[in-house]
């Protein structure tokens, strides 16, 4: 890995000296780490060349992670070498080089070893019977019950020889496939087979530069109760008595429940903290390493409790706690990276990580990934892994929860882009330190009293309210953490009326409508109400603690309670002790609060950054941003890392009297406004004997005006005002100069409210003129003695250039031993038929495809197929040579010439290959299906795939194609191949010949322009275009290239009088070309290997489990120009 400078050691780095020296190219530590996909046969030469194209696009890192697919063999001496290999070639690179700890996941099975010693290391779960009772293995029985004198409120275990008078048994079954993660035993074992075999082969020689060991969705029960060999003796320990007494009180709502349970899930959880987080922290720590990765299950209540407890107390021993998110969307609300979020900061870890884009699809943008990476990060990650980047993309690996962020995409040249955003974000989020001064209780342990067997109905309600309360605070702009009461246990005090965890002090402690409180947390919060914080505290209030019954802390939880359920309650009682470092008013002076406008503040080197964003798709055109520190505001500009000033006014009396006579309208209470006049008065007193004592007004704070585009955000950075700097004795708008101590990194451009102003005109103006003509047109507008020439482009385009086209074919007859052919069916469903004859038969599969275009011309064309050389293939009734092959898009995508050999009308593809099945394979295929671990790392030799024609054609669908929700462009087929398109319209491009496009291509038409009448000309896309990325180029000079909102740019300096050559590049994705085309969606948010078949699977947890996914249509997503660019003209 990068050897570390300014402090930094194996990925955790201290602080460096000055963070602004580096963010314009920031270190190796800050940027992503991708979890790297080792899912084929490994070849040292291919794992150079893909480690050296991460270095090209801005990586930092990698994971090297096994995973389904791999087929050399795991830990094995190629594995090892192989990991030695790109220890070698990331120190060479200066990138880091990270353990991922399983073959697949979950994390602790050791590809099976660990629970290949026996039951003793195996998974358990309890299982609750009433009479009568189904046959079971003696030994698996725990205890046998009889109801008390109350029936079924009261259960007593049986003494040995009492089992006839039964009504209750509870005993456990067994998952052989996964580890007793409660066991210290069982997981020391996962330890010895992982983490010492890697450390015996690289410690010596690469200790001091290997990063660490990623840990991934380690678990304990997943829906069920845990139950261990160990859990027994710990439970008496902790809680007296035996375990086995309360068992029916899990699943039954007994005598003693809440008492019972709270004291089974504490156990369970401190076990499962113990055993598996803190042994794995404490051996990465004692070799400077850090320990990483994420629990499972982490973002409801309902499911945190029977997968890991509770997944803050799991975090405080990971060096790099971390979280994951998978789908194409943020959340609803901020929970899951909250949770790690604050831990980091209580307890002083630096970095947070967060594994994210899984599941997200082949068509994510950069803008897609630019807003959930941004809604993450402004709740407190401030590490990127991306989930993932294959190797290969052979078989099913091209299904494994897509999107392969990697090589394989169109847009991978200008991946460096994204790259280098979020490693600068990362450096300023990392350095910086968190500011929330509000504390909101994480309510698991009340999760814990209500989880009824697998029954968790009852804990819905408060998982609700709480994810409200955190939406509400959100809403506000009041930052804040979360607080685990295993946390709290251990690092919590109160002083001079804060209550402090670990490294953090807050003034306000907000109690969610909860059901019990953990005894310290109990203490302390008297403690803290004592000192005179500020305690809020919603109903239903916890009336118990540890479970038990507590009328005194009942009393104290009464007394403090707020009547009121709502979010201008929360906010006036909150405000009595913290409020938002910043307010954001709308252009009319309007409150604005959503979901998704967040921020985030940060002190950092002497200043303050107020990290503000939009991970919504809401557009602002002008926002008041009101900041209550008075400063030096600057904008930093995280695509370049140039500094910008920007044109700020500083709030005095007036707009401070305005805000606060509007929080006193909120109380509706006069008796409560009188505090406010009094403020006042107060203040005004002040402003009174600084004027006669001849002193300047102190501005209370500052405002700015910004507009706030769609995944749009802005880092403000506020420094010290200099002793010598005036202040602004009226209202008045000051420019002020840009912090001096950078000033390598300062734009001579001031960011102005009137530029802003114009900019927000235009794109008000551009969406209410969507409708377009198609030809060039110009819309004159007066304004300020100065006239605004609008062009809308014409619609017609040259096309110039494009990669070469492709179509997927998906369909095929099968003959199985040279039997009778089947109907066309989708390929997809060909190898379940094969693996059924549990031996090896000669398969054959014959492929159709139409030709309408002249065959006479010499053209390039492509089989591109995995495997070629496996098989034999003839086209049209004539053998095709595979030799001297190369690839297209992924190493496993060979490409066969076929130039010249298609014929005009209906062409025939067949390919013939042993298929080799057996009953190993079949076995495999079982374990797969009876617990994931076995799946996540499924290794089947022989796949069989859809093929692609690739080659200089265009393709025509035989039917219409109609518009679906999410850009999705729907078509029945037949495709036919046809002449490539040399002209195209504005508009879906999936329709002009390119349905199965993956590629690039480039559009062109000339402007007329008299630049002598010209003050300046600015390019506005009316609509996002439907591209990954778009490149403006005029007159052959690149201008911009269009990953994200704002799609903008000044075109000034480019275009000349008389004729322009206008061209635009639009990159797509590989969506179109690997699907999926058939799902009954059309385009899907989070996407799995089950999204391309006929069952719902785990992503498709909304579908009714009958549902027949695979739909016969094909469905894309659109590619082209959503709308006519335009070109306004400022003309004097």
């Not at 050791?110 to 030994?139: H, I, N, S």
């Not at 019990?516 to 500020?534: C, I, K, P, Y």
């Not at 695509?639 to 929080?663: F, S």
Request: proline share 5%; charged share 25%.
């Amino acid at each position: 890995m990068a050897r570390m400078t300014n402090g930094e050691t194996n990925g955790v780095t201290d602080r460096i000296l000055n963070p602004w020296d580096t963010l314009k190219n920031p270190p190796a530590a800050y940027r992503s780490v991708p979890l790297w996909s080792w899912n084929d046969l490994l070849e040292k030469k291919e794992l150079e060349r893909q480690i050296e194209e991460m270095h090209r696009a801005g990586i930092g890192g990698f994971f090297m992670h096994a995973r389904g697919g791999l087929q050399t063999p795991y830990m094995g001496e190629e594995w090892m070498e192989a990991i030695r290999t790109l220890i070698e070639k990331s120190r060479e690179l200066g990138m880091s080089a990270w353990f991922y700890d399983e073959n697949g996941w979950p994390s602790g099975f050791a590809d099976g070893k660990v629970p290949a010693k026996g039951l003793d290391y195996q998974q358990k779960r309890l299982v609750c019977e009433q009479a009568p009772f189904q046959d079971v293995p003696a030994e698996r029985i725990i205890g046998w019950y009889a109801a008390g004198a109350e029936g079924g409120a009261d259960y007593r275990l049986l003494p040995p020889g009492e089992e006839a008078r039964a009504d209750l048994r509870i005993c456990y079954d067994v998952n052989p496939y996964y580890t007793d993660t409660l066991s210290s035993m069982a997981v020391k074992e996962f330890i010895n087979t992982t983490y010492e075999r890697y450390w015996k082969q690289f410690g010596e020689e690469y200790g001091g530069e290997l990063s660490g060991v990623f840990t991934d969705e380690p678990q304990f029960g997943r829906g069920g109760l845990p139950w261990s060999f160990e859990l027994e003796g710990m439970f008496t320990r902790r809680h007296g008595g035996s375990v086995k007494e309360v068992l029916p009180a899990l699943f039954l709502d007994t005598v003693g429940a809440s008492r019972a349970r709270y004291a089974y899930w504490e156990t369970v959880t401190f076990m499962f903290t113990q055993a598996y987080a803190k042994q794995i922290g404490d051996w990465c720590a004692g070799r400077g390493w850090s320990a990483t990765g994420h629990v499972v299950d982490e973002q409801e209540l309902m499911h945190q409790v029977t997968s890991v407890g509770d997944p803050m107390a799991f975090y405080e021993h990971l060096q790099i706690p971390g979280c994951d998110w998978l789908g194409r969307f943020v959340g609803s609300d901020a929970m899951v990276p909250k949770q790690v979020s604050s831990v980091a900061r209580q307890l002083g870890k630096k970095r947070a990580i967060t594994e994210s884009f899984g599941c997200s699809g082949w068509n994510v943008s950069f803008a897609d990934l630019k807003r959930i990476g941004e809604w993450q990060f402004v709740h407190g990650i401030n590490l990127m892994c991306q989930h993932l980047q294959g190797y290969s993309l052979r078989g099913l690996r091209k299904r494994d929860y897509p999107p392969s962020l990697f090589y394989q995409q169109p847009w991978w040249s200008d991946y460096k882009g994204f790259n280098d955003y979020f490693a600068r974000l990362s450096l300023l989020l990392s350095e910086g330190t968190g500011q929330a001064e509000v504390l909101l209780l994480h309510p698991v342990r009340t999760a814990w009293m209500l989880q009824r067997g697998g029954d968790y109905s009852a804990v819905i309600p408060y998982h609700e309210a709480f994810a409200q309360l955190t939406r509400w605070l959100c809403q506000s702009l009041t930052e804040h953490d979360y607080g685990s009461e295993g946390i709290i246990a251990g690092h919590g005090r109160v002083s001079g009326g804060s209550f402090i965890v670990g490294e953090a002090a807050y003034r306000v402690v907000i109690v969610p409508p909860s059901v019990t409180v953990d005894r310290r947390t109990a203490e302390l919060l008297r403690e803290f109400s004592a000192q005179g914080g500020t305690l809020i505290v919603f109903e239903p209030y916890p009336v118990l603690v540890d479970g038990q019954e507590d009328a005194e802390f009942a009393r104290f939880m009464q007394a403090a309670a707020l009547p009121e359920w709502s979010c201008e309650a929360l906010c006036r009682a909150v405000s009595a002790g913290a409020g938002p470092f910043l307010r954001i008013y709308g252009e009319n002076g309007e409150p604005v609060a959503a979901d998704t406008l967040n921020v985030r503040t940060l002190e950092l080197a002497g200043s303050i950054l107020h990290y503000v964003v939009n991970s919504g798709t809401e557009f602002y055109p002008l926002l008041n941003i009101q900041l209550t520190r008075q400063g030096i505001v600057s904008l930093v500009d995280l695509e370049t890392g140039a500094i910008h000033p920007v044109e700020q006014e500083p709030l005095e009396r007036n707009l401070m009297e305005r805000e606060l006579l509007e929080k006193g309208q909120l109380e509706r209470d006069l008796m409560e406004r009188e505090p406010l006049e009094q403020e006042l008065m107060e203040l005004e007193q002040v402003q009174v004997e600084q004027k006669q004592m001849g002193q300047q007004l102190q501005p209370q704070g500052v405002r700015l005006q910004l507009p706030l585009h769609p995944g749009q955000s802005y880092m403000l950075k506020v420094d010290p005002i200099p002793a010598s700097a005036p202040f602004a004795g009226d209202s008045k708008a000051v420019a002020f100069e840009g912090p001096g101590e950078d000033s390598e990194n300062q734009d001579a451009v001031t960011v102005r409210p009137a530029d802003i102003r114009e900019h927000a005109d235009i794109r008000a103006a551009a969406a209410v003129k969507l409708g377009h003509t198609g030809e060039e047109r110009s819309v004159r507008e007066q304004s300020d003695h100065q006239e605004r020439l609008q062009i809308v482009l014409a619609a017609d385009w040259e096309v110039v250039h494009a990669d070469l086209n492709s179509l997927t074919l998906d369909n095929a007859r099968l003959r199985v031993d040279g039997g009778e052919w089947s109907e066309p069916q989708p390929v997809i469903f060909i190898q379940e038929q094969l693996l059924a004859y549990g031996r090896t038969v000669t398969a054959e599969l014959e492929f159709a495809f139409a030709v309408s275009f002249d065959t006479a011309r010499q053209r390039e064309m492509y089989l591109v197929i995995e495997r070629p050389e496996e098989l034999e293939i003839e086209l049209n009734g004539a053998r095709v040579e595979t030799a001297g092959s190369g690839w297209w898009r992924d190493i496993s995508f060979r490409t066969v010439d076929i130039s010249g050999l298609a014929a005009a009308g209906r062409n025939t593809l067949v390919l013939r290959m042993e298929f080799r099945g057996s009953q190993e394979i079949s076995e495999r295929l079982a374990r797969a299906r009876a617990f994931e671990a076995e799946g996540n790392k499924l290794t089947i030799d022989q796949e069989l795939e859809s093929i692609y024609l690739l080659g200089d054609f265009g393709v025509q669908s035989g039917s219409e194609f109609t518009d679906g929700e999410r850009r999705a462009v729907f078509t029945e087929g037949p495709f036919q191949l046809m002449e490539p398109a040399r002209h195209v319209q504005t508009g879906d491009l999936t329709r002009q010949g390119f349905p199965f496009f993956s590629g690039s291509l480039r559009l062109r038409q000339t402007l007329a322009f008299d630049a002598a009448q010209a003050l300046g000309a600015q390019w506005f896309f009316q609509a996002p275009p439907d591209a990954i990325v778009t490149k403006l180029f005029i007159n052959g000079v690149e201008v911009h290239s269009f990953l994200w909102e704002p799609y903008h740019a000044d075109i000034s300096s480019f275009l000349h009088s008389g004729s322009n050559v206008i061209e635009l590049e639009l990159t797509g994705s590989c969506r179109n070309l690997l699907g999926p085309h058939h799902h009954i969606k059309g385009e899907v948010y989070k996407v799995g290997p089950d999204s391309y078949k006929d069952k719902p699977g785990w992503t498709d947890k909304d579908l009714d489990k009958d549902t027949h996914v695979y739909q016969t249509r094909y469905a894309f997503v659109k590619f082209g120009l959503a709308a006519p660019p335009l070109i306004y003209v400022e003309q004097a």
